[in-house]
């Protein structure tokens, strides 16, 4: 079965088919409506919607106040968008290891890593499991640090009572087509300030002081560009195709969670197969049900599943690793548990359609591999 399949049906088709009818097909009502849903989804105060999570960590640092050369502390366990957000922002990616039971930047280390030149932090809620909000949050006052999320895997996920955004400074949301909300391409930036959400949305259009909406609306009314901006903002297309999925969140998020109870049991009889521990207090989005295996066993289990019709990913070989990101940032800390988990790490699929006879099919599936592989 495939790795995933889209949730998308009849309100998406019917949302966009709306604005193909209507005379606005870039940013607008729809926009700006999902953004204000959104927003009150997470309960965050602003949300500015643009192009892609890339972009919004991008610009997220950037309207935080980034300078040309800051280090910001950030976790080689994670997509390469998070470190190359950082350098297009112009900072320095500063790696530091992973706690080894969850895969999550470790608190302490950050702190043993920051230097007078440390800007900001950017924290990745591996898998949708939050991060020690409430631990880097005080190391980002005490320190006077920016703290940006990089929440693409956590739409739904909580800690101690923290949900993304209720302590970053920013939070950045992905809906690229793999993600548990999608419109293909996408993304967010969800925030409390609202002179820094003003100052992203002119710099996800050009600079502009309006953008085509405001423009095509009422008497024509000439626009300034007050500062060098991007062309990073969402289309009407984008923002319609989304409004619709929060409603289906929660139940998505319950079936997943089902999901990952059934898989958890089969790899418990499991040797030589972990999981990453759930911290206290914390519900795990569950975007990815990622497992553990032994380090020169992983590529063999990834061809033994693939063999035998189940999709995988690895979320993520340590990016520091990977030729240019090795070439060009430079390694300051010990990174031991991130590449660990980088060469025992796959991914299962899991998604709210996925059939428990397919969850059967996989527990099995990873059992004979765990055997035989
Ligand atoms: C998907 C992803 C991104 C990038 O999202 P885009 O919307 O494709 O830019 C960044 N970080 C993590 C952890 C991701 O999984």
């Not at 019917?14 to 204000?36: I, K, N, P, Q």
């Not at 702190?111 to 591996?126: D, F, K, Q, S, Y």
């Not at 998604?351 to 059967?360: A, F, I, K, P, T």
């Amino acid at each position: 079965m495939e790795f995933y399949r889209h949730s998308l049906g009849a309100d998406e088709k019917d949302a966009v088919a709306r604005v193909l009818d209507s005379l606005f097909l870039t940013t607008g009502e729809e926009v700006y409506a999902f953004e204000r849903e959104f927003a009150e989804y997470l309960g965050a105060p602003e949300v500015v919607a643009l192009a892609s999570c890339t972009a919004a960590e991008h610009l997220a640092l950037l309207a935080l106040g980034l300078r040309p050369g800051d280090e910001v502390i950030t976790t080689p366990l994670t997509f390469v968008a998070t470190a190359t957000a950082i350098l297009h922002a112009g900072g320095v990616p500063v790696f530091v290891d992973v706690e080894p039971s969850t895969g999550n930047l470790d608190p302490e280390r950050v702190e043993a890593a920051i230097t007078r030149r440390t800007r900001a932090i950017v924290p990745v809620h591996l898998y949708g499991t939050m991060c020690d909000m409430v631990a880097l949050r005080e190391l980002a006052d005490r320190f006077g640090l920016v703290l940006v999320e990089d929440a693409a895997h956590c739409v739904e996920g909580e800690r101690d009572g923290v949900r993304p955004a209720g302590l970053g400074d920013a939070a950045c949301f992905s809906f690229y087509a793999t993600k548990t909300l999608t419109s293909g391409e996408g993304g967010a930036v969800a925030l409390r300030d609202a002179a820094v959400a003003d100052r992203l949305r002119t710099l996800r259009l050009h600079g502009m002081t309006k953008n085509a909406a405001d423009r095509y609306h009422g008497l024509y009314q000439h626009w300034d560009m007050t500062e060098l901006g991007w062309k990073f903002n969402m289309s009407n297309i984008q923002g319609a195709m989304l409004r619709p999925q929060l409603g289906r969140l929660n139940d998505r998020l319950l079936r997943r969670e089902e999901i990952a109870r059934k898989y958890d049991a089969a790899i418990d009889q499991l040797d030589g197969v972990e999981r990453p521990v759930v911290p206290a207090a914390t519900r795990p989005a569950r975007h990815l049900y990622t497992v553990w295996v032994e380090p020169d066993r992983r590529d063999t289990y990834l061809g033994y599943l693939g063999r035998n019709g189940v999709g995988t990913a690895v979320n993520y070989r340590a990016i520091h690793t990977l030729r240019w990101l090795r070439e060009n940032v430079k390694v300051e800390h010990d990174l031991s548990n991130a590449e660990s988990i980088g060469a025992r790490t796959l991914s299962l699929p899991l998604y709210d359609g996925l059939r428990d006879d397919e969850v059967s099919r996989v527990c099995d599936v990873l059992a004979a591999a765990a055997r035989e592989a």
